[in-house]
């Protein structure tokens, strides 16, 4: 690698870490999901043309929105149902025949699914929102020859969503996690009682939430704080809106904390960290504003403040322990192997740096490292319900293991690498269903991170890597990440990528005795 590359790495870092500043509520990808959500709940927003044509636009061939495998489902419901919903308004500047033939392309193919056995992925909220989203569609599609109600996927029903929406119509006190999908609840979502709009308008940091609450009211300060919320987002767009915003903390945490890692050299601005330091409160931080409080976000910003030189007492952690792991908040349904292999991450650094802690987080370290090894697949990698590649979930919980695991970890961690070794494309890449920047950037950072970083192998895998970053560069990365569907949190996942260049770039320099360095 050469001197220019090397300064092009660090431009590119200092570039990405002046975003953060100038975007603070965070740079993300445009949702099938959310905007099928605000063209069905808020045709008088600004933008609704583009937003139909956004859906129009991201139709596959066979009919469908989304991803393969089950993810597909809740982009296609929300982007039919919408176009449905337009279609029966007879929405002003609405061609009725550009609408129809895509939002029944949209019916056929949600009929074809729900009429077989489903394995859905876990996402958030995805027991409401199918539901949900199917009565919507049946009410439209009995004014659609040829066209019978659609079935729910075998295990779902109404019952829970009926629950949700007679406790959000009483005025009691709701999770904030709920309030992320607060436009299940329809006509009850509409002002309820009890809720109300975060200081810069968000409800549940979701666009289609903030929509559902809002309705078409204009009365009051927090109804205009809601719409003046939704066109601000819909102008950083162009019309189409991410599944949530802001994610000011999330961002800088994975930001920080992947660049730091791997000692990209960046000079992060004082008030950044400053802030950073702020956002955590006596039971954690959230990814940002109208969210709850979670154990990931938490750690990962513990974690990037030690490796900034600022360690803080990360003992907020202690109120998401759920036996001897980590749950992402206090009753959730289901685990995490990298929520707690960034907890692993946040106790571990933080005894590193202050020692004189290990007698608080010693015991604590030595279950999670087991309990993450105890979830390897018996391939080596790990998966997750927080992203849809298992190359994420296999880089967090290998880095973690390999730097605090100690050596009861170092056969997990070889494991993972081998599977990396074996997994990697013809191309250099890495991926799920294709190569990807993002993915192939996780890959080379098991390799070249981990104990096993100076073997041949995984050097010249590496640079095969390398290399693909450098032909793919400037495409845009395909949305990976769980959320109400699949999303993209595109200054994070650039990070990702620039730290695996700079990681190549390192491993190919000559040392002063002629290995690499």
Not at 438 to 462: F, G, I
Request: glycine content about 10%.
């Amino acid at each position: 690698m050469t001197t220019a590359m090397t300064s092009g790495i660090a431009v590119a870092a200092g570039e990405l870490v002046t975003s953060l500043m100038l975007r603070p509520w965070g740079q993300v990808s445009s949702s099938i999901y959310e905007t099928g959500r605000l063209v069905s709940l808020a045709p008088w927003l600004t933008g609704h043309q583009a937003r139909i044509a956004y859906l129009t636009g991201a139709q596959r061939e066979d009919g469908a929105w989304g991803a393969p495998d089950g993810y597909g489902l809740v982009p296609t419901l929300s982007a039919t149902e919408g176009l449905l919903s337009a279609l029966s308004r007879a929405d002003h500047g609405a061609d009725r025949g550009h609408l129809a033939y895509p939002a029944e392309r949209g019916v056929r193919v949600l009929a074809t699914w729900l009429g077989r056995r489903l394995t859905l992925p876990d996402m958030p909220a995805i027991e409401h929102i199918v539901p949900s989203l199917v009565t919507l569609i049946n009410r439209h599609v009995t004014h659609l020859t040829g066209h019978p109600p659609l079935p729910l996927p075998e295990g779902m029903s109404e019952d829970t969503l009926r629950l949700v929406r007679s406790w959000i119509k009483s005025g009691m006190e709701i999770p904030e996690k709920l309030l992320h999908a607060l436009e299940v609840a329809g006509e009850e979502a509409s002002g309820a009682p009890g809720i109300r709009p975060t200081p810069i308008g968000t409800i549940g940091a979701s666009p289609a939430a903030t929509a559902a609450w809002l309705s078409e009211r204009s009365d009051g300060d927090a109804s205009e704080a809601a719409r003046s919320h939704l066109e601000a987002i819909v102008r950083l767009h162009g019309g189409p809106v991410p599944v949530g915003l802001p994610i000011t903390t999330f961002e800088r945490g994975w930001v920080l904390s992947w660049l730091g890692r791997a000692g990209v050299p960046v000079d992060v601005p004082p008030e950044m960290a400053a802030d950073l330091r702020a956002a955590i409160g006596p039971l954690g931080t959230s990814a940002g504003s109208g969210l709850p409080a979670d154990a990931d976000t938490t750690a990962v910003a513990l974690y990037a403040l030690a490796l900034l030189g600022v360690p803080c007492e990360p003992d907020s952690l202690w109120h998401f322990r759920s036996g001897v792991h980590f749950s992402t908040w206090p009753g959730e349904q289901g685990v995490s192997v990298s929520v707690n292999a960034h907890v692993l991450d946040a106790f571990g650094e933080y005894v590193a740096r202050r020692p004189a802690a290990a007698p608080r987080y010693g015991e604590a370290i030595g279950d999670l490292a087991a309990w993450i090894r105890e979830r390897q697949r018996p391939d080596g990698s790990w998966t997750d319900r927080w992203h849809a590649s298992p190359y994420y979930a296999t880089v967090s919980c290998a880095l973690a293991l390999d730097a605090f695991g100690g050596e009861p970890s170092a056969a997990a961690v070889r494991a993972a690498v081998e599977w990396v070794l074996d997994t990697q494309r013809p191309d250099g890449s890495w991926g799920r269903w294709e190569g990807t920047a993002e993915e192939t950037a996780y890959a080379m950072q098991t390799l070249l991170m981990t104990r096993s970083r100076w073997e041949p192998r995984c050097t010249e895998a590496a640079g095969r890597g390398q290399a693909y970053l450098a032909r793919s560069a400037g495409k845009e990365h395909p949305p990976l990440w769980h959320d109400k569907d699949l999303y993209t949190p595109l200054a994070v996942t650039r990070a990702a990528v620039i730290t695996a260049q700079h990681l190549a770039e390192r491993a190919c320099r000559p040392s002063p005795d002629g290995a690499s360095s």
